[in-house]
């Protein structure tokens, strides 16, 4: 099938060179990534709660959650939580398909207790959670657009873009290093860590600063001289992860708001922030690559919780992300690649308005070369584009 796939060589300095680059992520009990990660767990629950009923994933879109912060008083040894943190799970789902009505406020409201009860085990859900459920049902258009024409692919939902690039560079992979390192060996042997960490990284020249913002758990810890010692240790492991990656200068801080003096920490009751005043909000967080990144194009859609059968803004984001690091394993003399596609509302997904590849090709490289076997793995990309679908539904795709 012929497809619309532009590519051009880029002509701009490389990134690593760049005198600034700046690079976020917020971690998993972010407020924002909270909201995210129910979103987008509701998604998947819905999708195979439709899959056990009928065989097929029917419309949905659950990307418009909301957390509103509670109040808090947390104190070494065990605070408490004052205010509940209020949840709003909105969006839409099909109720009713072939005679038949779905539950789809009540799986709402269990996966998203599931979801909370997973990442954040300090939090009490009988008492410090409101889970409110306002899910509507999709307009008829867009549940006309979502039934695929015979032997196409579904079709978009919209006219929408997304785009990925490859590889990161060395700040993008220490931000995604430290962070998963903390959630998967940190945490577990040092529990006053909490969910709720912002990582900010500054790349000027040579020297590369993290700045994190981190969340400690009050119950786990028996005063500010106890809180001193878990900060000092949790800056010296990030240290040693981050050399692992770099060979540039480091500098690490944590939570630099802290008031030693006055002892006015970052001290929290469950290891989020939502208990005491900072509220999320489903795509205001991390792009579906794990990461905010202004130097690079990145699209402004929530990925998480929009249906994984259609929605341009959920399969294009992934799928380009995807394909840009396909191309950068798979392709020698590639020094950065960025990869944008865009729908048509109406028309099949695996058939863009345009796939545009912009590469930045290593010094010597063939660009003639590079634009063949590039436009070949995205011309396969797309053929086999409701593959996203199944790694979504199954979980292997992370979203934010």
Same mark, same amino acid.
Request: hydrophobic residues 35%; glycine residues 8%; proline residues 4%.
């Given at each position: 099938?012929?497809?619309?796939?532009?590519?051009?060589?880029?002509?701009?300095?490389?990134?690593?060179? !760049?005198?600034i680059?700046?690079?976020?992520?917020?971690?998993l009990?972010?407020?924002? &990534?909270?909201?995210?990660?129910?979103?987008e767990?509701?998604?998947?629950?819905? /999708?195979?709660?439709?899959?056990?009923?009928?065989?097929?994933?029917?419309?949905?879109?659950?990307?418009?959650?909301?957390?509103?912060?509670?109040?808090?008083?947390?104190?070494?040894?065990?605070?408490?939580?004052?205010?509940?943190?209020?949840?709003?799970?909105?969006?839409r789902?099909?109720?009713h398909?072939?005679?038949?009505?779905?539950?789809?406020?009540?799986?709402?409201?269990?996966?998203?207790?599931?979801?909370?009860?997973?990442?954040?085990?300090?939090l009490?859900?009988?008492?410090?959670?409101?889970?409110?459920?306002?899910?509507?049902?999709?307009?008829?258009?867009?549940?006309?657009?979502?039934?695929?024409?015979?032997?196409?692919?579904?079709?978009?939902?919209?006219?929408?873009?997304?785009?990925?690039?490859?590889?990161?560079?060395?700040?993008?992979?220490?931000?995604?290093?430290? /962070?998963?390192?903390?959630?998967?060996?940190?945490?577990?042997?040092?529990?006053?860590?909490?969910?709720?960490?912002?990582?900010?990284?500054?790349r000027?020249?040579?020297?590369?600063?993290?700045?994190?913002?981190?969340?400690?758990?009050?119950?786990?810890? %028996?005063?500010l001289?106890?809180?001193?010692?878990?900060?000092?240790?949790? !800056?010296?492991?990030?240290?040693?992860?981050?050399?692992?990656?770099?060979?540039?200068?480091?500098?690490?801080?944590?939570?630099?708001?802290?008031?030693?003096?006055?002892? /006015?920490?970052?001290?929290?009751?469950?290891g989020?922030?939502?208990?005491?005043?900072?509220?999320? /909000?489903?795509?205001?967080?991390?792009?579906?690559?794990?990461?905010i990144?202004?130097?690079?194009?990145?699209?402004?859609?929530?990925? %998480?919780?929009?249906?994984?059968?259609?929605h341009?803004?959920?399969?294009?984001?992934?799928? %380009?992300?995807?394909?840009?690091?396909?191309?950068?394993?798979?392709?020698?003399?590639?020094?950065?690649?960025?990869?944008?596609?865009l729908?048509?509302i109406?028309?099949?997904?695996? !058939?863009?308005?345009?796939?545009?590849?912009?590469?930045?090709?290593?010094?010597?490289?063939?660009?003639?070369?590079? &634009?063949?076997?590039?436009?070949?793995?995205?011309?396969?990309?797309?053929?086999?584009?409701?593959?996203?679908?199944?790694?979504?539904?199954?979980?292997?795709?992370?979203?934010?």
């Amino acid at each position: 099938m012929k497809r619309n796939i532009k590519i051009e060589a880029l002509h701009q300095i490389p990134l690593e060179q !760049q005198q600034i680059e700046l690079v976020e992520r917020k971690c998993l009990g972010h407020p924002d &990534s909270l909201a995210d990660g129910i979103a987008e767990s509701i998604s998947r629950a819905l /999708s195979m709660a439709y899959l056990e009923e009928f065989g097929a994933i029917l419309h949905h879109n659950t990307d418009q959650g909301e957390i509103v912060a509670g109040e808090s008083m947390p104190k070494y040894g065990g605070g408490k939580v004052i205010k509940p943190v209020y949840i709003l799970l909105d969006g839409r789902a099909t109720r009713h398909f072939d005679g038949t009505n779905i539950p789809t406020d009540a799986i709402a409201v269990e996966t998203a207790r599931k979801y909370l009860r997973t990442t954040l085990p300090n939090l009490n859900l009988e008492r410090d959670v409101i889970v409110d459920c306002r899910l509507g049902t999709g307009s008829t258009d867009l549940r006309d657009v979502f039934k695929p024409c015979q032997g196409t692919a579904p079709r978009a939902n919209d006219t929408s873009f997304g785009v990925g690039h490859a590889p990161f560079s060395e700040t993008e992979t220490i931000v995604k290093a430290v /962070s998963a390192y903390i959630d998967g060996e940190f945490r577990p042997r040092h529990p006053v860590v909490g969910q709720d960490i912002k990582i900010m990284g500054l790349r000027d020249g040579n020297s590369i600063t993290l700045t994190l913002g981190c969340a400690m758990v009050d119950r786990y810890c %028996s005063g500010l001289a106890e809180y001193i010692e878990c900060k000092d240790v949790l !800056q010296e492991h990030i240290l040693k992860v981050a050399k692992k990656h770099t060979n540039r200068n480091l500098v690490i801080d944590v939570n630099t708001a802290d008031d030693i003096d006055t002892g /006015s920490v970052f001290l929290t009751v469950t290891g989020t922030s939502a208990e005491m005043g900072d509220d999320g /909000s489903v795509g205001r967080g991390n792009r579906c690559n794990g990461l905010i990144t202004p130097n690079r194009p990145m699209s402004m859609e929530a990925t %998480s919780g929009k249906n994984p059968i259609n929605h341009i803004g959920k399969i294009y984001n992934v799928l %380009s992300t995807e394909l840009a690091t396909d191309c950068v394993h798979k392709v020698d003399g590639i020094e950065e690649i960025y990869i944008r596609l865009l729908s048509q509302i109406g028309k099949p997904i695996d !058939q863009p308005l345009v796939a545009s590849v912009q590469i930045l090709p290593k010094p010597k490289a063939d660009m003639k070369k590079l &634009s063949s076997e590039v436009e070949a793995i995205v011309n396969e990309g797309l053929a086999d584009i409701t593959c996203i679908t199944e790694k979504i539904v199954r979980g292997e795709i992370k979203t934010f």
